[in-house]
Nanobody, 125 residues
Framework: QVQLVESGGGLVQAGGSLRLSCAAS????????MGWFRQGPGKEREFLAA????????YYQDSVKGRFAISKDNAKNTVYLQMNTLKPDDTAVYYC??????????????????WGQGTQVTVSS
């Protein structure tokens, strides 16, 4: 089992940037692929981006390509989500997730893997 702790959420104006962090721990945490999801008010949880265990391969939802970037610091076993040019529609709770392989993020299920507690991002207009 992988334990995940997100941080970095907050209130930002439209057009601004935020960087979310997700610290992973647990016996298999360093070999897991990790990803970010979000759930906005009244919306279903949606996939955003994922990265493989070594940090060398990434996979993005088309809607955030070019605006969001996922990265990993292997020494800290921490994954980041850099979010730029934020919009009010980006307001959501952002969740970190861990799965065995990067390819697992092509699985449309949103109840798969280990989850963090979430961090709130609010973008004001």
């Amino acid at each position: 089992q992988v334990q995940l702790v997100e941080s970095g959420g907050g209130l930002v104006q439209a057009g601004g940037s935020l960087r979310l962090s997700c610290a992973a721990s647990g016996r298999t945490s360093s070999s897991a692929a990790m990803g970010w999801f979000r759930q906005g008010p009244g919306k279903e949880r949606e996939f955003l981006a994922a990265i493989n265990w070594s940090g060398t391969s990434t996979y993005y939802q088309d809607s955030v390509k070019g605006r969001f970037a996922i990265s990993k610091d292997n020494a800290k076993n921490t994954v980041y989500l850099q979010m730029n040019t934020l919009k009010p529609d980006d307001t959501a709770v952002y969740y970190c997730n861990a799965r065995p392989f990067l390819a697992d993020y092509r699985d449309p299920r949103t109840d798969f893997g280990s989850w963090g507690q979430g961090t709130q991002v609010t973008v004001s207009s």
